[in-house]
């Protein structure tokens, strides 16, 4: 799906690989779909840690490795869901105060339909072991 998305000039994005299970599982996965080309955008809520600790934890180590390069709200449902990209471009700042606006642009630039720099991507470590998700 990938390949023929590719080939069709269409820049596949992940949602929310820090909480897909086979990611977790394996986060080799992300890191051979980034070599490939494909993006992926962490959950805001993710980042302040509203899904726990754990989920918290993936979704910055995410970041460090380089293989997200968006922050989407996740807010598509209002009622059930909190709006926390004020709070996550914070995280992002005490991360690393060029995430903030690395992300603003990768955001800007994936609407326009403009390459992303992605830069540089590093394997994650292994999964821990337990996780409850």
């Given at each position: 799906m990938i390949f023929q998305l590719s080939c069709e000039g269409i820049t596949p994005v992940?949602?929310?690989?820090?909480?897909?299970?086979?990611?977790?599982?394996?986060?080799?996965?992300?890191?051979?779909?980034?070599?490939?080309?494909?993006?992926?955008?962490v959950t805001a809520?993710?980042?302040?840690?509203?899904?726990?600790?754990?989920?918290?934890?993936?979704a910055?180590?995410?970041v460090k490795c380089g293989l997200v390069?968006?922050?989407?709200s996740d807010a598509h449902t209002l009622k059930n869901r909190g709006f926390a990209m004020t709070k996550a471009y914070e995280v992002l700042t005490e991360m690393n105060s060029k995430y903030p606006e690395r992300f603003a642009?990768?955001?800007?630039?994936?609407?326009?339909?403009?390459?992303?720099?992605?830069?540089e991507?590093?394997?994650?470590?292994?999964?821990?072991?337990?996780?409850?998700?």
């Open positions: 992940i949602a929310h690989p820090e909480r897909n299970a086979q990611i977790i599982a394996e986060p080799q996965r992300l890191y051979k779909l980034a070599e490939d080309g494909v993006l992926a955008q809520t993710s980042l302040v840690g509203t899904f726990g600790d754990q989920v918290q934890r993936t910055k180590e995410f390069q968006v922050v989407a642009t990768n955001a800007r630039d994936l609407l326009n339909g403009e390459q992303i720099d992605t830069g991507i590093v394997m994650p470590r292994k999964q821990r072991k337990h996780w409850l998700f």
